[in-house]
């Protein structure tokens, strides 16, 4: 089974960042986390919509960070099984009230294999 959210998060750990799905006990400063929010399927291809969070320990940190990404996926090398990565918003301010961490959100368009091959 392929997974964008796990791709996408392997990716980020080879660009070198912490990233998982979702933020834990034992998360450190900085890190990143991705979360599908929508998308599509056709064609046999998956259009998925997913958010990326950057958490750093000031708002600058966050932003660079969210900064890095965005530019890592215009002009790096594509995670495994995409095919196309579209810049949906951001970067962008998102701070969270649960953890008081700052944190700069953007929001790709991944277009990308549906299975494993």
């Known amino acids: 089974m392929y997974s964008i ?3 996408l998060i392997e990716w980020l750990d080879g660009l070198g960042y912490v990233a998982s799905a979702r933020p834990n006990a034992n998360s450190v400063l900085p890190f990143v986390t991705v ?7 056709a064609d046999l291809l998956d ?8 958490w750093g ?11 890095d990404i965005r530019n890592a996926a215009l002009l790096e090398a594509r995670p495994a099984g995409v095919s196309r990565i579209d810049i949906n918003a951001g970067p962008y301010p998102f701070y969270d009230e649960d953890t008081r961490f700052p ?4 929001v790709l368009d ?8």
């Open 5 to 7: 959210t796990q791709s």
């Open 57 to 67: 320990a000031t708002e600058a940190d966050a932003e660079a960070m969210a900064i």
């Open 103 to 106: 944190r700069y959100q953007l």
């Open 35 to 41: 979360e599908r929010t929508g998308g599509y399927v």
């Open 110 to 117: 991944i277009t990308c294999r549906l299975i494993d091959n």
């Open 47 to 54: 259009h998925a919509t997913l958010a990326v969070q950057a």
